[in-house]
Antibody, heavy 116, light 105 residues
Framework: QVQLVESGGGVVQPGRSLRLSCVAS????????MHWVRQAPGKGLDWVAA????????YYAGSVKGRFTISRDNLKNILFLEMNSLRDEDTAVYYC?????????WGQGTLVTVSS | IVMTQSPATLSVSPGERATLSCRAS??????LAWYQQKPGQAPSLLIY???TRATGLPARFSGSGSGTEFTLTISSLQSEDFAVYYC?????????FGGGTKVEI
């Protein structure tokens, strides 16, 4: 079955970096665009970034542009999110999701806590 | 595009009908999806194309609307339907979500 599994979350100090991964299985990863969506504790959903199926196009929310980089490895079926210059407000559960214009399915999420 | 959901919280009894609203700040055609999120879980797709049910979704869920006004209706609430519901537009970048409607008992 289609499955997305995120990892790489943890506690990090403000200004530091972290890289998230999302391993995909059960579908032809290289045929789909992919997204990262985050959810701060007790808050709603916040789209972060997207990448086209072949990695040729990237899209970012204004709040992360210039600090976060989305990438993918279509040979290993892995999606990445490189997060630099992290801020307190980046604290959230980060989900990866497959693109069909809408998001389906979603991974279970990985928690990133930015705190000194 | 700003997505606005109302109400923020909807109190409903099991078996009753629930009507959730989502408004876009500009026309998005039918490029709207609805998601359900239960506590401690990832969101899951309910509706796309404003009115097409995701695979396996019970018929008590229905979506309608186009342009700027959209509605998610749950015809007869079951216990498993108490959750938070989000709308999302995919007409333009950046993709944006509404703030959510919590459906509670």
């Amino acid at each position: 079955q289609v499955q997305l599994v995120e990892s790489g979350g943890g506690v990090v100090q403000p200004g530091r970096s972290l890289r998230l991964s999302c391993v995909a299985s059960g579908f032809t990863f290289s045929s789909y665009g992919m997204h990262w969506v985050r959810q701060a504790p007790g808050k709603g959903l916040d789209w972060v970034a997207a990448i086209s199926h072949d990695g040729s196009n990237e899209y970012y929310a204004g709040s992360v542009k210039g600090r976060f980089t989305i990438s993918r490895d279509n040979l290993k079926n892995i999606l990445f999110l490189e997060m630099n210059s992290l801020r307190d407000e980046d604290t959230a559960v980060y989900y990866c999701a497959r693109d069909s214009n809408w998001f389906d399915p979603w991974g279970q999420g990985t928690l990133v806590t930015v705190s000194s | 595009i700003v997505m606005t959901q109302s109400p923020a919280t909807l109190s409903v009894s099991p078996g009753e009908r629930a009507t959730l609203s989502c408004r876009a700040s500009q026309s998005i055609g039918s490029n709207l999806a609805w998601y359900q999120q239960k506590p401690g879980q990832a969101p899951s797709l309910l509706i796309y194309g404003a009115s097409t049910r995701a695979t396996g979704l019970p018929a008590r869920f229905s979506g309608s609307g186009s342009g700027t006004e959209f509605t998610l209706t749950i015809s007869s609430l079951q216990s498993e339907d108490f959750a938070v519901y989000y709308c999302q537009q995919y007409n333009k970048w950046p993709r944006t979500f509404g703030g959510g409607t919590k459906v509670e008992i």
